[in-house]
């Protein structure tokens, strides 16, 4: 099976190196590299996926990506591209909290990267327009997007944005029930482990988490990291823009405000925490690999050892109910595609998804020096409709434009 899907992976690994921008050009770059240069997945599909992950809680980009790997090879293949598509930016991270105060600050923040937000943006236009005629096909599904853009655009830093537009986008194609009649279907069996796998660790790890502060043992903070990671893991929406600040809260405002209570409470320096937040979105792969930086800077004054623990387990408990919810609400969600009213449903989510990409590809625009008589502003505008022109018109793959990109803000 490994031999098999070598290709496949490889993919997913340089995918993993030069995914910039996001969740929203996650997807985009996606399209370019696993529907259109690799096809191992079609657009339909993984416009389906990445809808059916919007509305659920955790990193939706990785979501995404592990389903194509589950849909391809099962369960093992889909664990295999979950590990190679977060280890990269989980070991920069990581390697940042170890390495950050031998660093001067300002330093870090490198001209390298400064053409990176138009090139996301021209990755966004083209996910919309390859997108477009595959979801826009009625009156209905224009009015759909139009209403996802506008509100997608004006709520955008909103966690519940997303899921609440998909599923009004769902309920909205099933005004009709004459156009898709249902046809009798058999009840399927519901496999449960995941979902229990999910609840049991959740419910375990807060109450150990709980009695060893009540407790005060010695050695509580890997549990309590566990804890806060896979709880911010499994109820976050909106991507990592909304993680972000939900992690600074935890480590950083909330222990000033309970240290005389609990002196030993995971503490991270606000400064420190904005230095990785800011670092975090110059670096290629999943937003939430801040969270191996998070534990790292959270586990530092322990030592080495228990430093790099921290790193470990701040990965795997932010990744770890993403998984989980992905694996045992999919094959749930494929077997109700069957049913009519499911099926209508996915025209309506469709469409959301791609007022969310225009909405995403604006939203970005806004803070990109566009029309201002400056170089800059030109070669913004060049980045941008170079990106779309060679991802439209070429076989060009999306890391080599990414590689351009970076080579074009080191030499300007």
Not at 326 to 348: C, D, Q, T
Request: charged residues 15%; proline residues 6%; positive net charge.
């Amino acid at each position: 099976m490994l031999l098999r899907h070598i290709p496949f992976l490889r993919a997913v690994f340089f995918h993993s190196i030069t995914a910039f921008g996001g969740p929203q050009a996650h997807i985009a770059m996606m399209l370019k590299t696993f529907a259109q240069r690799g096809h191992h997945v079609t657009e339909q599909e993984l416009m389906e996926y990445n809808a059916f992950c919007q509305l659920l809680p955790g990193a939706s980009s990785t979501q995404t990506l592990t389903l194509i790997g589950y849909k391809r090879g099962g369960v093992p293949l889909a664990v295999m591209t979950l590990i190679i598509w977060i280890l990269p930016a989980s070991i920069m991270m990581g390697a940042l909290s170890f390495l950050l105060h031998y660093f001067d600050k300002r330093a870090l923040n490198t001209d390298i990267f400064k053409f990176i937000p138009p090139m996301a943006a021209g990755f966004l236009v083209y996910a919309a327009v390859t997108a477009f005629p595959l979801a826009i096909r009625n009156t209905i599904t224009w009015g759909i997007m139009i209403i996802g853009t506008i509100a997608t655009y004006l709520f955008f830093k909103q966690p519940w944005i997303f899921p609440l537009l998909i599923v009004l986008g769902g309920l909205s194609t099933n005004i009709s029930l004459k156009r898709i009649p249902q046809v009798e279907q058999k009840p399927k069996t519901i496999r449960w482990w995941n979902f229990w796998l999910f609840g049991i660790i959740f419910i375990v790890a807060g109450f150990l988490s709980e009695r060893a502060k009540k407790e005060h043992w010695p050695d509580r903070k890997p549990i309590n990291l566990f804890e806060n990671t896979y709880r911010m893991g499994s109820l976050v929406f909106g991507g990592g823009h909304v993680l972000m600040p939900m992690m600074y809260e935890q480590f950083s405002v909330h222990p000033e405000a309970i240290k005389q209570k609990d002196p030993d409470a995971l503490n991270i320096d606000k400064d420190d925490m904005y230095t990785g937040m800011g670092i975090v979105r110059a670096v290629p792969g999943p937003v939430f690999s801040i969270a191996a930086f998070a534990g790292g800077m959270a586990m530092k004054d322990e030592g080495p050892r228990m430093q790099f623990l921290g790193c470990l387990i701040g990965m795997i408990g932010i990744f770890l109910p993403s998984a989980l919810l992905v694996l045992f609400f999919y094959p749930i969600w494929h077997n109700m595609k069957k049913y009519a009213a499911v099926y209508r449903s996915i025209e309506g989510i469709n469409a959301v998804v791609v007022g969310i990409m225009i909405a995403s590809s604006v939203y970005i625009l806004k803070d990109i020096s566009l029309i201002e008589a400056k170089t800059i502003s030109i070669l913004n505008v060049g980045v941008i409709a170079a990106t779309f022109l060679l991802l439209n018109f070429t076989r060009i793959a999306s890391p080599l434009v990414v590689l351009g990109c970076l080579l074009l803000g080191y030499f300007f």
